[in-house]
């Protein structure tokens, strides 16, 4: 091989690093973009958006959109599902 196919070999191997990174993504873009939970102030079902791209592991408070009271809501992302799961402020 000339030094510069040895070069373009060499940036191949590189570049195939970052196939794991696609390939998450792709998970991710199979993935359903939202979920629910039952409030547990008024029962009712709320279905929201998961921001898949913010992290296996997500807390943060919403507001029922029905009875206007605080969940907090945890989100687990993994590579096949999207769980969520609601409890009183």
């Not at 279905?47 to 296996?56: K, N, R, S, T």
């Amino acid at each position: 091989m000339t030094p510069q196919h040895d070069s373009m070999a060499e940036q191949l191997r590189e570049d195939d690093s970052s196939d794991d990174i696609w390939d998450h993504e792709a998970q991710l873009s199979h993935m359903d973009d939202t979920a629910g939970y039952v409030c547990d102030h008024c029962g009712e079902e709320i279905v929201i958006p998961v921001d898949l791209a913010g992290g296996e592991m997500q807390t943060y408070v919403e507001d029922c959109p029905v009875c206007c009271s605080p969940n907090v809501i945890h989100v687990h992302v993994d590579n096949e599902r999207v769980d969520v799961r609601a409890e009183p402020e």
